[in-house]
């Protein structure tokens, strides 16, 4: 009977995906329940009158609560390039509270110029276009760009800061249900006098107050989810507040979520969660936590888009819901209402565990504009090796050396581009990281070199957590230095993972992740050589056995900081330092390539990350595109989603729709569970494994493309897969479309994410903007939305109108052999014939870009002439790739001759070849070195 109940688990686990009862609700988190609980309007928080002060462009100030004795200190200060900062913390805390460290590349410098004057009411700071207004009864900012209010901070009065307390002492007749005092008879007089000089709950009503608040109570000092206990020794640390977008109606970012793009509203539900989990098979369209968390949010309207970055590394539950402007804006602003009382308003409330409050508001005005702000922070992302953007291929696992020769050769034998080959944690020893299953993988480094002879590269897993084992120098190691993670009674912290019985190295400690970056150089990661990279998976971080899947939130970190403070920043550790293991290794001349599960704000500095443990089915590919957006909208572009769904076996057809969706998102690897069938394209029937390997030869010539969209992310930051509304920010219609998309801001993607789908409709943006098919060269104008018929091999993809592509189309079998070829240039002309595009070129796999040696081309067609002229004055790299063809779209007429002229040059007449019905023009040759300035001609 018992093996018939675990089976129908089993099975129920199967069919219905993630089993929800290991992760918490809100209901379950006490300080979820205590924040959400707040009553709106009724704001305790007021700042203390003579405690105000301004220097230069920083105003600071305390604020009291009404009914306590705490005092918190709070500062607002006006940064450059349309950003201010506020932060609130304890001014004498019993305990330090965890300022989160190595997210902001740098301390952010303080506006000049400004301004400042009082009235009865508050404060206000001028600066260039923007105000802040802090209203002192009750504590209240507005920000204001050009005389409207853009955010309100505090207009709902919920906020909250539970300030560190002693833990009060209760008789048996008033203590709260399951609530452990830990007090003895030999200590309990010392610690009543302490409750009584320091808790504001026992007063002489004491025992009455208990009883009212016994369910209140609950938690606060000790808390259970199923089977395990969270000692919270430092009692209740919960800070929130709420934030208020007047005139916006949409929302963004805040990932990772499988969820809609533009944020859902949470009143009927669970807020949005933010704290990293190991999820697998996770739902589609819930707001649930999943691996990574970036409390990063855009509100953007047509009029203007802000941005909010709520710098907090505890769990984190964010609230959305619509409002009235109206309701909350402040009578001195009433002005901006005239003639429009249903002005929306979307209202957010943010609450973490613990930390303190330091909120970053970045003022746009456009979408552009506020992520290249919040780059100015935490970094843009950095520039990868050229071929960490190419195709990837990856399953759990590829079984063996001969494995892994046979699927190196079954792409060459099928004429399929690949540059990566990965394995899972089936190639170690006993799943040992930095070792190798030596009978089947017993000459690793040979394995390497034959996959580099062709120009390809290899990746392994190196997780987090290290198997307890006497005999695994590793462990060894880190035990006797001491640079494990402690428990709560400070003994190694221990649990399960995929070795079983398992410790994790304390990556807070700067010290510990020296140690680990230096566990990658090639003398002591035998088996390795410099062509192997490094795949960072589990590093939320998963434990098997813990609460939720993780790690216990009263474990100790470095600093003497728990878990609970440190969780959702773990990651981005992990990364942080197996990639600075890379650079080390190179002697820091070779860019590094790491993937990582778990992120946080500031992870786009160390590499890519993907979407987890998906599932192969249609809602899954779906879902992917606003994931892959969401966490580009954070800052982090470089992310994909495992082509195939990890989980179960996808039909034919949805494979195929996976692979041409994968070939225009950021990250491009194929990835699938060890029970699963396998899945190389050869292995599909010889029509879908044709459309398969034209989709990754289509992902192969557009690598110029690509690298040029890299490039520009990692100088100005935000998504390299954007949203419509970023570059059509006036056009309401696209606010809400999750299932299209822009590559940088000149090619428009539709995947079919629909089985049987044979008609498809595309939103095309823009007041008279031209969309040219890629494939057909039919042109179209937007806005409109039109239908296409589609068969299995069709995409839709849509080049914009003013714009030049560049391309390679001498596909081989990985990037690194297509560095010398030539480039095809793809012109599609705007209504007043015009376009311009960049290329970036360097060599694709060092740092020597950073000094200088790279070239940054702009291309400019206009009167009747296609330039090449440099975009940057201090790039000087130089390529042997010409110019082999260019094609134009959208030219009305035949020219009468074409001719070709370079710097050293005389001009010489081209052949074409001009397509009336398409007004297509190809040209042949013009032979001339890309990077060179120089200039083709035409006469009509």
């Known amino acids: 009977m018992l093996r018939l109940l675990v089976l129908i688990a089993i099975a129920t686990v199967a069919v219905n995906g993630v089993d929800r009862s290991n992760f918490k609700t809100c209901s379950e988190s006490s300080f979820c329940k205590r924040n959400r609980e707040i009553a709106p309007n009724q704001s305790p928080y007021d700042v203390i009158d003579d405690s105000i002060s301004i220097v230069g ?52 410098e303080e506006e000049t110029g400004v301004l400042s004057n009082r009235d009865d009411q508050g404060i206000q700071i001028n600066f260039r276009d923007k105000q802040i207004i802090l209203t002192l009864k009750p504590f209240r900012i507005d920000f204001l760009v050009n005389n409207t209010v853009v955010m309100s901070v505090n207009s709902r009065g919920l906020m909250n800061f539970e300030n560190y307390r002693k833990k009060p002492v209760f008789s048996e007749e008033t203590k709260p249900a399951e609530e452990s005092t830990g007090e003895t008879a030999e200590n309990s007089e010392a610690t009543n006098e302490a409750k009584a000089e320091d808790d504001p709950i026992l007063d002489e009503n004491a025992e009455a107050k208990v009883n009212q608040r016994d369910e209140e109570l609950k938690g606060m000092w ?76 855009l509100a953007h309207c047509a009029k203007s888009t802000v941005g909010l970055f709520w710098m907090n590394a505890a769990e984190t539950w964010i609230d959305v819901n619509s409002n009235k402007a109206k309701d909350s804006i402040l009578s001195r602003f009433a002005s901006m209402l005239k003639g429009n009382e249903e002005m929306p308003q979307i209202d957010t409330h943010w609450f973490s565990e613990s930390g303190i409050i330091d909120v970053f508001f970045m003022f746009g005005p456009k979408p552009n504009d506020v992520f290249e702000q919040y780059a100015s922070l935490t970094g843009p992302s950095y520039l990868p090796p050229l071929f960490a953007i190419a195709y990837h291929q990856s399953r759990w696992n590829y079984n063996d050396e001969d494995d892994v020769r046979s699927v190196d050769a079954k792409f060459d034998e099928h004429d399929i581009p690949v540059d990566v080959i990965w394995l899972d944690i089936e190639h170690t020893d006993g799943k040992k990281y930095f070792t190798w299953d030596s009978t089947k993988f017993p000459n690793p480094e040979d394995m390497q070199k034959s996959l580099a002879a062709k120009g390809r590269k290899m990746v392994t897993i190196v997780d987090p957590h290290i198997k307890r084992d006497s005999g695994y120098g590793i462990d060894q190691e880190a035990s006797s230095q001491g640079r494990y993670v402690k428990n709560k009674d400070d003994n190694i912290y221990e649990g399960w993972c995929w070795p079983g019985s398992s410790s994790w190295i304390d990556f807070v400690n700067p010290e510990h992740r020296d140690w680990w970056a230096s566990r990658f150089s090639l003398d002591n990661y035998a088996g390795s050589t410099n062509s192997l990279f490094i795949w960072n998976d589990m590093n939320e971080p998963s434990v098997f056995n813990g609460p939720e899947i993780t790690m216990h939130k009263d474990a100790k970190h470095f600093g003497g900081w728990e878990h609970r403070d440190v969780h959702n920043i773990f990651g981005l550790y992990v990364h942080k330092a197996t990639t600075d293991g890379l650079i080390a290794r190179s002697g820091f001349k070779e860019r ?97 494994m044709n459309i ?46 999750s299932d299209e998309y822009l590559i940088g801001s000149d090619l428009l993607v539709k995947p079919v994410t629909d089985a049987g789908a044979s008609n498809i409709g595309i939103y095309l943006p823009g007041n008279y903007e031209l969309w040219y098919d890629i494939e057909s060269y039919k042109w179209f ?13 069709k995409i839709p993809i849509f080049q914009r109108g003013g714009s030049i592509v560049p391309r390679k189309e001498r596909v081989r079998r990985c990037s690194s052999l297509m560095y010398d070829d030539p480039y095809t240039l793809t012109v599609a002309l705007n209504r007043k014939n015009q376009a311009t595009g960049q290329l970036y070129v360097d060599d694709g796999h060092s740092f020597d870009y950073s000094k200088g040696e790279f070239s940054l081309r702009k291309f400019n067609f206009e009167g009747d002439v296609l330039s090449s002229r440099p ?37 010489r007449k081209l052949k074409f070849k001009y397509d009336r019905e398409n007004r297509l023009l190809v040209i042949k040759k013009p032979e001339v070195i890309i990077v060179d300035d120089w200039e083709i001609n035409f006469k009509f």
């Open 57 to 108: 462009a920083k105003l600071s100030f305390d604020i009291s609560k009404k009914g306590s004795d705490a005092v918190l200190s709070a500062s607002i200060t006006a940064l450059r390039n349309g950003k201010a900062r506020l932060r609130i913390k304890e001014k004498n805390p019993l305990f330090p509270r965890y300022e989160v460290e190595d997210v902001l590349i740098k301390e952010p």
């Open 222 to 297: 000790e808390e259970t989810f199923k089977s395990h206990s969270d000692s919270k020794p430092k009692g209740p640390s919960s800070v929130g507040l709420d934030f208020s977008f007047p005139g916006v109606e949409h929302v963004y970012g805040i990932p990772e979520h499988a969820d809609s793009l533009a944020l859902k509203l949470t009143s009927d539900g669970d807020p949005y969660r933010l704290y990293n989990l190991d999820v697998f098979e996770y739902e589609v369209n819930n707001p649930m936590a999943l691996y990574g968390s970036i409390p990063f949010m």
């Open 592 to 688: 590094p390539f790491v993937l990582s599960r778990a992120f946080f704000a500031g992870t786009q500095r160390f590499g890519a990350i993907w979407t987890g443990d998906n599932t192969a089915t249609w809602d899954h590919l779906k879902i992917s595109l606003p994931m892959i957006m969401s966490i580009g909208v954070a800052g982090l572009s470089f992310a994909g989603a495992d082509v195939g769904g990890f989980f179960k076996n996808p039909d034919e057809e949805l494979l195929v729709r996976w692979y041409q969706a994968a070939a225009y998102q950021p990250f491009f690897r194929a990835h699938a569970h060890i029970d699963t069938r396998r899945r190389e394209p050869w292995l599909l029937a010889e029509a879908n």
């Open 692 to 737: 398969v390997r034209d989709a990754i030869r289509a992902r192969y010539a557009l690598l110029p493309f690509w690298y040029t969209q890299f490039y520009q992310a990692s100088i100005r930051g935000g998504p390299i897969m954007r949203p419509l509304f970023v570059e059509y920010p006036e056009d309401t219609s696209t606010f809400s479309i």
């Open 781 to 793: 104008t937007g806005p409109r939305t039109i239908s296409m018929s589609i068969s299995l091999n």
């Open 871 to 907: 975009a940057s004055a201090y790039g000087n790299y130089r390529t042997n790739s010409w110019l082999e063809k260019v094609i134009i779209l959208g030219l009305k007429n035949k020219p009468s001759k074409v001719t070709v002229s370079g710097k050293n040059s005389t001009a």
